[in-house]
Every structure is written in structure tokens, then in C-alpha cells.
T-cell receptor, first 115, second 116 residues
Framework: AQSVTQLGSHVSVSEGALVLLRCNYSSSVPPYLFWYVQYPNQGLQLLLKYTSAATLVKGINGFEAEFKKSETSFHLTKPSAHMSDAAEYFCAVTSSTGTASKLTFGTGTRLQVTL | DTGVSQDPRHKITKRGQNVTFRCDPISEHNRLYWYRQTLGQGPEFLTYFQNEAQLEKSRLLSDRFSAERPKGSFSTLEIQRTEQGDSAMYLC??????????????FGEGSWLTVV
């Protein structure tokens, strides 16, 4: 079975500050990992994904994440927060050995950006 | 570029009524997924299709839920005899893959269900 744990249901940063959203995974096989963003009353948009190529993954809107197998982590970062980054962020995992991309999501982290 | 579209976006229904949601995936995507998301939670997998075949169903999908994907194109999710606990957002997603996993899954904007 696979799972992800997102530490911190709410994170608040000032505009221009570093954004760090934490995600730890559990998987008995090599995982594929994803970060999605959800704006209010909308569906999910893919930010970035790790599929066993480079461990540092760059995504859209200036976000990036680093896969660390030794720490079973896939934390999401952005050097400088913008007001438009305020949203809910979900980490998700699927098995690299599975036959379908069924995703298991974390409970989400709500990012608040203040002036 | 047309994304995944879902209809209706919002539905309010009385307990005991049946509701049906429709999903149109991205053209030529062979996989289609249904997820459910309740307030404060991440999406939970319900079921998925490869072309017209329903290949996996979550135990979350009770007997009151049925999903179809005739002809491997659009899909419908029907909930019979709705209960208040069915209130959630139902997300449809699609992807293209010949084998394996790791391909990008694209989500629609969801269909909100409120059972009163």
C-alpha cells in the first residue's frame, strides 16, 4: 500500500518569502510522485511530477520539488511567494510498477500568502 | 485545447433521489478516472476505465454507485438513493497510456453534490 503525509494543513508566508510545503511518502516499490494545486471551487492542476529521472523536478509557476529517497520526502518549494500562489496543494503518489496511474493523495496543505 | 469537462458543476438533490454526472475526457485519452473529494480532504479514488472496460473499483464505491463509459468516450457516474454522506465533489480525470503508470492525469473542475 502507498500513502503520503503532508505535514501542516495550513502554511502562511509573506509575499516574497520562501514557500516550503512538506510531503513524505510511503511505498514498498519505487514511487512516482506528483504535486497538484487546487484553487477554490476548481479541479486540480498538475504542478510537477517525479518519475525516476532527475531527482530535482521543476514545475510550473516557479515551483520545484526534490525527491529524496533516504528521507522518503518530496517537498515542494518556491523561492519567492506571490499572492496568486494562495491555494490548496496536494501531494500524490502512484506505483511505478502498477498498470495504471491511480493516485493516492495526501490531505492537502492550504497556503496563505500575506502582504 | 479542450480539457476534461464535467456536467453539471453543481447539483443539489433531496435525500433518496438519484443523480447522474457526466464527464467528457480529453480527446483520445484512453483512461478515465473518477475521484471523490470531501471538504478538507484530498481526492479519493473511486474507479477507472481503460477504454470502455471498468478495470478497478474502490471499496468506497458502494452498490448505489455505478459508472459507465460506453464506447470508450464520455463517462457517467450515477448515484442511486442519495444519502447526506454522498455530499462531496466528484472529480473526473483522464490520461493517455499504453502501458504502465506515471503518465500525467488531467482533472476536470469537478461536480459538486449537495444532498439535503
Amino acid at each position: 500500500a502507498q500513502s503520503v503525509t503532508q505535514l501542516g494543513s495550513h502554511v502562511s508566508v509573506s509575499e516574497g518569502a520562501l514557500v516550503l510545503l512538506r510531503c513524505n511518502y510511503s511505498s514498498s516499490v519505487p514511487p512516482y510522485l506528483f504535486w497538484y494545486v487546487q484553487y477554490p471551487n476548481q479541479g486540480l492542476q498538475l504542478l510537477l511530477k517525479y518519475t525516476s529521472a532527475a531527482t530535482l523536478v521543476k514545475g510550473i509557476n516557479g515551483f520545484e520539488a526534490e525527491f529524496k529517497k533516504s528521507e522518503t520526502s518530496f517537498h515542494l518549494t518556491k523561492p519567492s511567494a506571490h499572492m496568486s500562489d494562495a491555494a490548496e496543494y496536494f501531494c500524490a503518489v502512484t506505483s511505478s510498477t502498477g498498470t495504471a496511474s491511480k493516485l493516492t493523495f495526501g490531505t492537502g496543505t492550504r497556503l496563505q500568502v500575506t502582504l | 485545447d479542450t480539457g476534461v469537462s464535467q456536467d453539471p458543476r453543481h447539483k443539489i438533490t433531496k435525500r433518496g433521489q438519484n443523480v447522474t454526472f457526466r464527464c467528457d475526457p480529453i480527446s483520445e485519452h484512453n483512461r478515465l478516472y473518477w475521484y471523490r473529494q470531501t471538504l478538507g480532504q484530498g481526492p479519493e479514488f473511486l474507479t477507472y476505465f481503460q477504454n470502455e472496460a471498468q478495470l478497478e473499483k474502490s471499496r468506497l464505491l458502494s452498490d448505489r454507485f455505478s459508472a459507465e463509459r460506453p464506447k470508450g468516450s464520455f463517462s457517467t457516474l450515477e448515484i442511486q438513493r442519495t444519502e447526506q454522506g454522498d455530499s462531496a465533489m466528484y472529480l473526473c480525470a483522464s490520461s493517455f497510456s499504453l502501458t504502465g503508470s506515471g503518465n500525467t492525469i488531467y482533472f476536470g473542475e469537478g461536480s459538486w453534490l449537495t444532498v439535503v
